[in-house]
Structures are given as C-alpha cells and as structure tokens.
C-alpha cells in the first residue's frame, strides 16, 4: 500500500503543479493540490545570522523542504542535504538555530519519524557544506536548549542517552561533538531552563499528583524549593536578565489567565506587568541581555503588547494593516536586522527583511499562493454556547460564493492542550476550494483561552469536549451553513481521537470521517507511551485517567472508540505513520481490522517512512489526495482528479 502511493504521489506532483482544471460556472477554479501542499514558489523561516552577514531559510527543492543559506550581499543560495526535508519539530520550536558567530547552522531531524531526534550541524565556510551527525545516540532522542552567548560553538542540549526515561543537561562543542554533562536529571525534572551564559537556573519537576514544583540553585552546588503548583497551575520562564535575582515569565497562580510576570527567584512572588483581559498570554520575546521586547494574545485575532517602543514603531506600518498576522522571525544580536512574516487569512507568509539603522525593507519571500488569493475564502472567528453554557471560540471558513447550505467538514485540532489561529492555513483553504464549509471549534481543553477553559476539559474527552464538536455543526445547521445529512469530522492525533469518536459515539451526525495517527484505545496510549513521557503520567492520568486504576481504567476503555467499533456506520479513511510513538500503529491497525471484518466502508493508508507527522512532500501529497478523492465521494465535493 505505502509504495504504490508513493508512486501514485510523485506522479501526481508534476501534474499538480499545471494549470487547473476547468471548474463549474459560478465557482471559484479548482486551485491545482500541488499548490498547496508542494508549492515550487514556498519559502519560509528566514533567519539572519547573530552577526548580521548571512541569511539563512527552509524552500522547496527539487520537491523537497530544503535548507538554504547565502550572504547578504549574495543573490544565489546554496542548499544543505539532509537525510530528511526540514520541517518544523514536535512542539512548534524552529526548524533550524544559528551558532552565535553565524559561521553554522544547526537542526533536529529523526530518520523515520520515530522522534528519536539528532542534532544536526553544518560549517557554511566548508568548500562544500554538509550536514554531520553530532549526535550519533543509538535509540536516544536529543533535545535542544539553547545558542550560548559567549561561546560561537558551544550549544546547550538534553538528551536521554543515559536513561532512556529522563533527559540530561549537556554542553555540546559544534567543532567536536564532544558532550560534557550541565546537569543530571534525578528523574522527575520534566524541564530546565538555561540562561544565556549556559548556567542553569531552574528545573521544573513533575508530580504524581499533576502538578509540579520548581527548583533554583541554593548557592551550594545543590537545589532548593522555590514555588510549587497545582494541576492547572503554569510557571514558564521566557526570559532571564543578568543575575540571579529574577526572571520573566507567563504565570496563571493565584489568576483565571497567564500573565507576564517578573518572578523574584529569591522568594518566588511574582509582580504583574500585562494580562490579558480574556485570553492567555500565548507567547513572548526577550532580548539575551535580559530586557522584555513584547508579548502576543490571541482572543480572535492576533494582539501584541510592546515594551520596546524602537520595535514597535518599525513593526507599526504591518501591525496597521487589516486582517494580518505578523511573526517575528530573527533578529542580528546588535539589533539593526530583523526578519518577519506577515500573513492573512486568504495570504500564506509574506517574509521581510528590515534595516533598522535605514530603514530599507527588502521582500525575502513572496506569497507563494499569490497568484491564487483572489479564489481563496475568508476565515472568520466565531463564538457559540456549548450546551452546558460554556463559551466556544471557532474559525469559520466558508466556500466563495456559498449560499445556503453546504457540505461541512468539523476539522478537530489535536493536542488537545492546542488550539486553532485565525489565519492562513492550507488545509482549511484547500477544502473550501472544493466545496466544504470548515468550522474548527476549540473545545474544551484547548489551550490559550484561560485557566478555566483549560480544565473544563478534564475527564471530558469523549464526553463534554465531543459535545462541544457536536454542539458546533448543530450551530452551523441552525445557521443555515451546513447541509446535516452531509457532514464530515476530520483531524490528527487527538484530532483523529475525535473523528473515530465522531462515527463511533454519535453516529448519527456523521456521512463520513478521515483519522489520521488517531487514539483508537485510551488504555494502550497510556500504557504504551515512550519511557521520556513517565514523568508527565500524574498531568495525563489526571486530565484523561490512571489505567492503574479499575473505575478509571473502565472509563479509559468505554471512551475508546476500539470498543464502540460495531456503531459506525459512516465511511472512514486511516492515515497512519508507521514509526509513530505517541500513537502507535497498532491503533489504528485494530480498527481498520474490525471494520473490515464486518465489511464495512475504510480505506486505510499507511506510511512506512513517517511518525506522528508526515515529513516528506510525496506522503502528505498522497495522503491529502486520499482526501479529496474520499471526501468528494461521500459529501459530493469538488474532486481535481490529479
């Protein structure tokens, strides 16, 4: 199976990128697949180098996601093979770092999706650039930390080389490979946090109970207790300025919403500095000399809140600019380059290269779906009453043109501790160019709306977080947007949980459901995990379960759409990696096989070269054309026939 849709999508490649084929009157052209998904024109990440003299970026090539870099001065680029295209890694972390004098490059990649990640470098000034292993860790998965500041080939990296369970602290020398060990992990320490000067200045430890405590060094060589938290209490360090006396950071203790915070590393009281009235802070920027740069919300669409007035001022012509979002990608470490994208909802990124001492901007990298934008549909933010009340936050995305109702398709995010933006996204754009309403609710559980939007979701899943997937296309009929008899519930990972949930516990609702990598038995994603999870099991026995437990192992099993399997009546697709770790093959395997038993409609396509993501452009050009030919049989949508 996995070979012949690697045939079947590099054939289809060439023929994506032709012209589209001809389309019905009175709807928008059938934008060709390729464009989407494997765009020749795609550029994204640009990074600068600390010393401002190089640029750096990830672009399609020869059909591949394919490191570039050039000097500034220099209009030719050249590539770094990699034994894998360069996407971004698990977690939404870069696809690639500068070494701090800008003379190296240096990345995560896995060989087949098993997570089992290296680190990757490359010299730029070698006659011939190549990427070296500086990690060859049999079975071991290396994480990264950060650049240090004051040595150019130095980094700081976890890895669990030494006990498969717990991740270590390293300083790893670019030039040799060499490791010499920060800090040991005693075995509960989830997280550290690593200043600019390589000192380690806190560990986050993981309890049984859910929740967690953090730890400072007492002076000593060894650790004291500075603050402890519930579950559902957040502490995250983003930022460390000189000394020891404090740190910036996203705090919810003692509020309903992450704040920014200064957090006194002495006596752990935090001071206030911006909230949010209604959403979490979701991110912030610190300059490595310690100063705040700014922090960014979402309650709809995107909201920044300055400290520094210099970038303000040079950001405000884009942040004026309706229905845009804006994403700081590099700066140089004097402060006189820097490199953002700035996208919409019907516009992928936009990438800018800013002069601050000038003031010249030069485009990096063109919207690749330019030539399309004009047939793209709108995104809009929505909110609706879930059944028990609660507030539910959604994107909606109609088809141009639509009237009346139409084919929906409930696009389900994973995590669930995730949520869906507002903005560009080419699966949304893609299934509205043929045919389908998109509605993506965040349900309960999801992350960045608050404290107690976050815990309403627990013990939840298969209950009031699926009622409120439900209680969405209930809200889309009533309004008119959505055909009932022709909806479809589609998503990955826990997105794929729900549209196995979707057609096994409310089957009525549902003509058809795509899973792809999605939890098919509650009980087995507990126990089979990998060993580097076991000290976040008190958060997910607490949010989903202990199966160690007989009530609570009953209920992991009644919510397991493994054992409501005879109660689906719909026709379902199943995308699978093969090397997934966090939801393994089995999973799917087991409910493809009772369905076939009985006969029923399921297709099932399985990758043998990928994980719990799909890496290479031939898989996710197979898989999303699995989807259009799927979806248009059994909701009558547009089909390209590439």
Known sequence: MPMRSLCAALSMLAAALLAAPAHATGDPPLVPLGAFFANPKAAWEHRISPDGARLAWVAMHNGRAT?????LEETVARTVAAPRELRPPWGGSPSFWWNRDGKRLVFLMDRNGDENAHLYTVDLEAAEPMARDLTPLDGARVQFYRVLGNEP???????NGRIRDRFDLY??????????MLAENPGDVCSWSVASTGQVRARFHCRADGGWSMTVPDGARGWRELVRGAYGDEVRLIGHPPGLSYAWALSNRGRRRLALVRLDLRDGSEEQLYEHPSVDIANGLVHEAGWMRFVASWPALQEWRFFDAALQADLEPFLRRPRTVLRILSEDRHLRMITFASRSDRSDEEVFLLNRSTQKLEVLAEPSMGAWREHLATMEAVTFPARDGLTLHALLTLPPGAKGPRPL????????WSRDRWGYDATVQFLANRGYAVLQVNYRGSAELGRDHLLAGVREFGRKMHDDLIDGVRWAVARGIADETKVAI?????????ALSGLAFTPEVFAAGVDRVGVADMISLRTDMPPYWRPYGGVLSRFYGDPDQPEERRALAERSPLTRVDAIRAPLLVIQGANDVRVRRDHSDRIVAALQARKHDVEYLVFDDEGHGLNRTPNRLAYIRAVERFLARHLGGRDGGE
Do not use: N
């Open 67 to 71: 490191l570039h870099f050039r000097r």
């Open 153 to 159: 080939d130095a980094l700081v990296i976890g890895h």
């Open 171 to 180: 300083r790893l020398d670019l030039a040799t490979g060499a490791l010499a």
């Open 409 to 416: 398709v409930l696009l389900v995010h994973g995590g669930p």
């Open 490 to 498: 589609m998503g990955a990972s826990y997105g794929g949980y729900a």
